[in-house]
């Protein structure tokens, strides 16, 4: 079963689309948990993990998933595009979205957005081996590669997967990497992990951004990640939906 946790319509606010008008469709279960992000309370529930934990824990949160087929799916996206005049970009979010890559009813859906030329991102950390050969409406696709640093909470060989990122560069149809970073592991040895996973693409572009679901959070580590691009040549990405709407969902 497909489950859908949320769709929305609003503004990209991360990475190379930053500003972007997008329905969001943001897909149930991921195949990490990232302790290291911490606690947050959602929807009256103290969870640990992400700031989208409530599309990762199916114990927490799965009673309010839903099971999708692929006409609800091409629904949600013709009500959203119904008062339109143009075709806003479509962003597959999760949770980890590519835990469903091979389902009939999700990879279905893939082929219908590509048919009907929607510009797609998949948001991904990234660990998930696509067969491009077998499905190729994925090579039409945009991926934004959020590869998880040791601030998830993840070990090493959990939250890289070599193999998997060289299918998605080589793949897909434009891709770029996206990190989370904090004033801490700054610190520490952020620019040594990212290198590490970014060295053999030198072509791609590396989008870092602040930690924090809060205004105020972000503020907390803002200005030590710009300075950290412009030491290291990254591009800083600001986080548009906290800075406009803090923590509202469906944002
Ligand atoms: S990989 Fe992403 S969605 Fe999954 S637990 Fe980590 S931060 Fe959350």
Redo the contacts with the bound molecule.
Sequence with gaps: MLYLVEDFYSIQGEGKFAGTPSIFLRFGG?????PG?GEHFVKDKIAR?????H??SRELFGAEWRGVTLEDLKGIVEDHIEHLDFKPHIVIT???PLIYWNDPTFSSFIEYLVEEEFIVTVET?G?IEIDFDSYPAYRALIYAL?V?LSN?G?PYEK?INRKAIRKIVEGGAYTFFKFTLSKNLIDFRADEEIFDIVAPYPDLEVFCMPLGERVEELRKHDRAVAHFCMIHGFIYSDRLQVRLWNRERRR
């Design positions: 991921c195949n990490l948990r990232c992000f993990g992400c700031d989208s934990i599309a990762v999760g949770g980890e950390n660990t959020a998880k998830s993840e939250r």
